[in-house]
């Protein structure tokens, strides 16, 4: 073996490999351990064998709005210095109006926090007027999202707008794809779709993909008609196998948050399955 051979090899085998470098970030949303502290929250997560947190900043939080300039700093030192990043945060803004929305923003560009989700758009009975309302403020919001350099992710939740793709994607479109795309939700996807439209709406939103929401549910049958009810990741009606590896075909390399909508008994022991379900799956995926 030659000088240079032997110093190529050396070097592959210390650089990781490419599908290593794009695996995202397995976050936990924080919604579910309401109670803890953000010193008990970073290390809970830590211990578990999350990478990062879902952070809600919003009214009912983690973080409240009216005292995010003092609080999220606070927050967000605590659960990194248990090495836990904070790649997201999930707020309620809906407009560049709300008096939390640049506050907010600012000091979370300031922190290092690269994504927000959106908050909801409710519908209207007037389904055109409704999206015009909704693109106005959505649009002063990705402005003042793009004058701090942070990016805006739609959530595509079960009775709001954005839950269809098709309704939102001809507004985003007009607006700066670096600044705001989809938080694309794989439950509610396959809850709206019944079974694999999702494919067509994880397409649709391919070009924008900005964040990954990871829970499950499987179908009941009630007085009130089949409703969708959730349960532990791989207990569903999802088809995670094909949902990671088709995110694996698209190099995706943001965050994934994990929710647990489910009822659990001990939260951070199903916290950990969920974990290592997601970690198992999405590695083979990926490699």
Not at 51 to 63: C, M, N
Request: contains cysteine.
């Amino acid at each position: 073996m030659t000088r240079r051979q032997f110093a190529l090899t050396a070097l592959a085998a210390a650089t990781p490999s490419r599908a290593a470098t794009q695996q995202p970030v397995f976050c936990f949303f924080s919604k579910h351990l309401q109670d803890f502290k953000y010193d008990q929250l970073g290390k809970a997560l830590h211990d578990v064998g999350f990478g990062g947190v879902d952070l809600t900043v919003r009214p009912g939080g983690h973080v409240l709005p009216e005292r995010v300039a003092d609080d999220l700093p606070r927050a967000v030192e605590a659960i990194r210095a248990h090495g836990i990043q904070v790649p997201m945060i999930s707020t309620g803004l809906v407009s560049a109006s709300d008096p939390a929305a640049r506050p907010t923003l600012q000091t979370a560009a300031r922190l290092g926090i690269p994504f927000f989700k959106v908050g909801y758009y409710k519908w209207g009975k007037d389904v055109a007027g409704t999206l015009a309302e909704v693109k106005s403020s959505l649009r002063g919001l990705v402005e003042l999202a793009k004058e701090y350099g942070i990016t805006a992710g739609l959530h595509n939740h079960v009775g709001y707008v954005g839950q269809a793709f098709w309704d939102v994607q001809p507004i985003l479109a007009e607006m700066d794809a670096k600044r705001v795309g989809y938080y694309y939700d794989f439950d509610h996807a396959v809850v709206l779709g019944a079974r694999d439209s999702w494919q067509v709406t994880l397409r649709l939103a391919s070009p924008r993909l900005k964040m990954v929401a990871t829970k499950d549910f499987n179908w009941v049958k009630s007085a009130a008609g089949w409703q969708s009810e959730p349960c532990p990741l791989g207990q569903g009606a999802v088809n995670w196998d094909k949902a990671f590896a088709s995110l694996a075909e698209l190099k995706f390399s943001g965050p994934i948050s994990i929710h647990q909508e489910y009822k659990a008994t001990d939260r951070l022991a199903a916290a950990r399955q969920d974990l290592e379900f997601v970690r198992r799956l999405l590695s083979a995926a990926y490699a």
